[in-house]
Structure formats: C-alpha cells, structure tokens
C-alpha cells in the first residue's frame, strides 16, 4: 500500500546561536517557526529568546545577560 502524502509542518522550531556581552554562546535555542518571518525577518527570534532568558533569570536570582547577536545555527 502507498502511504499518505503529509503536509510540510510550519509550525516547527527554527534553531538560533545566540552570542552574549560577556562573550558567552548559546546554540541551537529553539523559536517556533510561526514567530518568524514577514517583513521582520529574524528580530522576533530575539524578542523570544530575550523573554526565555529573562524567566530564566528571575527563577535562578541572577541578572538577564545581554544579547549582542543572534545567528541561525548552521550558518
């Protein structure tokens, strides 16, 4: 038996590197793919991952670090 076409997902996750200030790098933090794209391109992905990092920071008491670039992994 053939098997069913499935409809490409456009809701997945989009990974991103996201480098700091202080000189620390993150990667592969996940965005749904949903947030991006329109004519702001990637700056939602940083508004995210800017919010992630801010509930991290108040659960753990320490201060939010600060983004200085984010890069879609794999580049």
């Known amino acids: 038996m053939a098997r069913k076409k499935t409809k490409?997902?456009?809701s997945s996750a989009v990974l991103f590197d996201v480098f700091y200030e202080d000189g620390q790098r993150t990667?592969?933090?996940?965005?749904p793919g949903t947030d991006?794209?329109?004519?702001d391109g990637d700056e939602p992905a940083r508004t995210?991952?800017?919010?992630?990092?801010?509930?991290?920071?108040?659960?753990?008491?320490?201060p939010p670090r600060i983004i200085k670039k984010i890069v879609r992994s794999g580049r």
Request: glycine share 12%; net charge negative.
């Open 8 to 10: 490409v997902d456009t």
């Open 27 to 31: 990667s592969n933090r996940k965005v």
């Open 36 to 39: 991006l794209g329109g004519l």
């Open 48 to 62: 995210y991952i800017e919010e992630q990092d801010r509930k991290i920071a108040e659960m753990s008491g320490n």
